[in-house]
């Protein structure tokens, strides 16, 4: 479980990123080289969805590659230092040994092998020569350490688990064991062809996901995010408990274009959280608000994060229909959460800030339309042309791009000041946003490859296995069976980031999700598993005890991690309980759902039951909830989300009897309280 972080002094978004194993910050010659392999990565990638066409093998052995060279660079050994003499040099965060760098070159010429010797690999596929059996064996031993630095030990310990478990099948009990496979059979699956390391999730990585990552980078970088901040508040602040729907707003517009939970509270929270605490929020309630709405960015389309990407690849159907499935529960999850936010300022009896201390919203509002070209490129082409998301991102970038060279030379002629010095610090801007991007993409990156060796042993002969003994374990109740599911991803969440999750569970159980519920007379769409293994997987983010995103808002909040982690998690039960529902109701997903009024209609009700499923759970409505009225808002939720239940039960067919039927129940509920205010009154 990661230290405690230090917070009795304010700490920089750059502290708490090296608090939770970021990078190093290198300086001098050793910093300008990463910014070289950096700047280079990006025009890498920039150039193959424009101009550059290679094979897609080499693509990923590039990307791996260059994905080496930052991470034994910038990555040392250990967080903290823990050798003295004359290794103390490799746990150093300020530099690197030469040594290092030494080591980054052999790892780089192990992600490049494949590349080098492309046509002799795949002449002797099976088959490997001596100097393939090494190149693969050092390629193994270099990606589990390089996941070790960057996504800590739970992934390479899982990863060698499947390798042994591959070896060792004939020796495994009964029900999961298998006949194993050979060393040579092993390193051609894994290391020499595109079904393990170099397989679909490193492939959705360079082609796809490091262009969106570099979008978000550059966004933040010309000032985007701070932007996002300021319309959120100047719109949101003055209402009550309005810091908290500031942050959820801006958290969620930040989140919708980097994808991830833990960058999303180091750059929005340094602003946010002080802010909540500034009108009352008790420091733990401030940084679990701030964790709920980050890890929640992660579901807003049209980005939503890597794993999203890798899902379309997995159920084989195009990006656009993955948004159009997550964009319901998404809207559920964040108006849940606004209502959270406002019973919490109830409870405590919050106001908003004075309008005199807000920014007002419209200046603010038209100072910052230029960075709404970019994003409106992007979702333009993803959403209502459908192009393919690489072409998406590759215009929406080079639009950005334009943008922060001539944002600073714009706003240095409006104020008087000379043009080339701004010129110069929007080329700096944009170097940085290049240099950022392809950091930031290390992680998934490492993730990605390191995941495909589970799903390449998986693909040999064990996922078979292990999808009988699930199967077996659950006993074939698919009630019982997404519990244990929800469960894994819970606990593999814990040390994996969501992409590595997402990518372990889906081939291990979203297949199985689907068998089992059509055994059960249920029919689950693939989507629909592969959804509800994601959901789960960016819970993960905060839940207790190791969940990161808490421990870098608890940094900011100067609260405990674990407090802070435990009341996000409350507040992300309304974000649980969605996978259940839409499992059981494919309607929630959109799945064959055209008509627009009826569209319309699940917008509403869904809403409706995620606001009512707060009330519960925060067990208030207008006041303090008794026992009978939380019984009676989960009923509630329950026809909301699932209309067909009272059908079944009284025997009739029309669902909107049974929504209703919810509205009444609801009112019973409100008119309760409310009589019992008044009494009080």
Not at 29 to 37: D, E, P, R, S
Not at 297 to 321: C, H, R, S, T, W
Request: net charge positive; glycine share 10%.
């Amino acid at each position: 479980m990661p230290e405690k972080i230090q917070t009795d002094t304010d700490i920089s978004e750059e502290k708490i990123l090296e608090e939770l194993g970021g990078p190093r910050q290198l300086i001098g010659w050793q910093g300008a080289l990463i910014f070289v392999i950096g700047l280079a990565w990006s025009l890498f990638q920039l150039s193959l969805a424009s101009v550059l066409i290679l094979n897609s093998t080499l693509i990923r052995s590039i990307h791996l590659a260059f994905a080496f060279s930052i991470v034994y660079i910038s990555y040392p050994v250990f967080k903290k230092p823990r050798l003295s003499g004359v290794l103390s040099s490799v746990t150093k965060r300020e530099r690197f040994h030469p040594f290092e760098l030494i080591i980054a070159i052999i790892a780089v010429i192990m992600a490049l092998y494949i590349a080098l010797d492309y046509t002799g690999i795949a002449e002797r596929i099976g088959s490997p020569i001596p100097r393939d059996r090494a190149f693969g064996i050092l390629l193994f031993v270099m990606l589990l350490e390089a996941a070790r630095r960057v996504v800590g030990p739970a992934l390479p310990v899982l990863a060698s688990l499947f390798t042994l478990y591959a070896f060792f099948g004939p020796y495994m009990p009964s029900l999961i064991a298998f006949k194993g496979i050979s060393l040579d059979r092993f390193l051609g699956q894994i290391t020499m062809s595109t079904e393990g390391i170099f397989g679909v999730p490193l492939g959705v990585s360079a082609n796809i996901v490091f262009l969106f990552v570099l979008f978000g980078s550059m966004l933040e970088k010309a000032g985007g995010g701070n932007y996002f901040i300021q319309l959120s508040t100047s719109l949101l602040g003055s209402f009550r408990g309005g810091p908290a729907k500031a942050a959820i707003l801006s958290s969620g517009l930040t989140g919708m274009i980097n994808g991830s939970s833990i960058a999303n509270v180091v750059t929005t929270g340094t602003f946010t959280i002080p802010l909540m605490k500034s009108v009352g929020y008790p420091p733990k309630k401030a940084g679990a608000i701030e964790v709920a709405s980050s890890v929640g960015g992660q579901l807003m389309p049209p980005i939503m994060g890597a794993a999203a990407f890798i899902m379309a690849e997995y159920v084989n159907l195009p990006y656009i229909e993955v948004v159009k499935a997550a964009f319901l529960p998404a809207f559920v999850a964040y108006s849940a959460l606004f209502y959270i936010s406002h019973l919490e300022a109830c409870k405590l009896g919050l106001q908003g800030l004075p309008r005199s201390e807000l920014p007002r919203f419209i200046p603010t509002f038209v100072s910052g339309l230029h960075y709404l070209i970019p994003i409106g490129v992007l979702i333009y082409k993803l959403v209502f042309l459908r192009h393919t998301p690489e072409s998406s991102a590759f215009l929406a970038t080079i639009f950005l791009a334009v943008l922060i060279l001539v944002q600073e030379p714009v706003k240095a002629g409006i104020a008087g000041h000379p043009l080339l010095p701004a010129f110069r610090k929007g080329v700096i801007l944009l170097f940085d946003g290049l240099v950022q991007g392809a950091r930031n993409n290390v992680t998934v990156a490492v993730a990605c490859a390191s995941a495909g060796i589970i799903v390449g042993i998986v693909t040999m002969g064990p996922g078979g296995m292990l999808t009988e003994a699930v199967s077996y374990i659950s006993g074939g109740n698919i009630y019982l069976l997404l519990f244990i599911t929800a469960i894994a991803c819970l606990i593999l969440g814990m040390g994996l980031p969501t992409t590595a999750n997402y990518i372990v569970m889906a081939s291990l159980t979203a297949p199985i999700i689907v068998q089992v519920g059509g055994a059960a007379g249920l029919i689950v769409p693939l989507m629909a598993a592969h959804l509800f293994v994601f959901y789960f997987g960016i819970l993960a983010d905060d839940t207790p005890p190791v969940g990161l995103a808490a421990y870098a808002a608890a940094a900011i909040a100067k609260s405990d991690p674990i407090a802070t982690g435990v009341q996000g998690f409350t507040y992300d039960i309304r974000t649980a309980v969605l996978p259940f529902m839409f499992i059981f109701n494919t309607e929630l997903i959109l799945w064959d759902i055209t008509s627009w009024p009826v569209i319309i209609m699940l917008f509403l009700t869904a809403a409706f039951g995620g606001l009512t499923f707060a009330s519960a759970t925060q067990n208030w409505l207008i006041t303090r909830n008794r026992w009978y009225e939380t019984i009676g808002l989960l009923a509630v939720t329950l026809i909301s989300f699932q209309p067909q239940i009272p059908a079944m039960l009284f025997g009739y067919e029309m669902k909107y009897l049974s929504y209703f039927l919810a509205f009444g129940l609801w009112g019973l509920v409100y008119f309760s309280q409310r009589l019992r205010i008044q009494k009080t009154a």
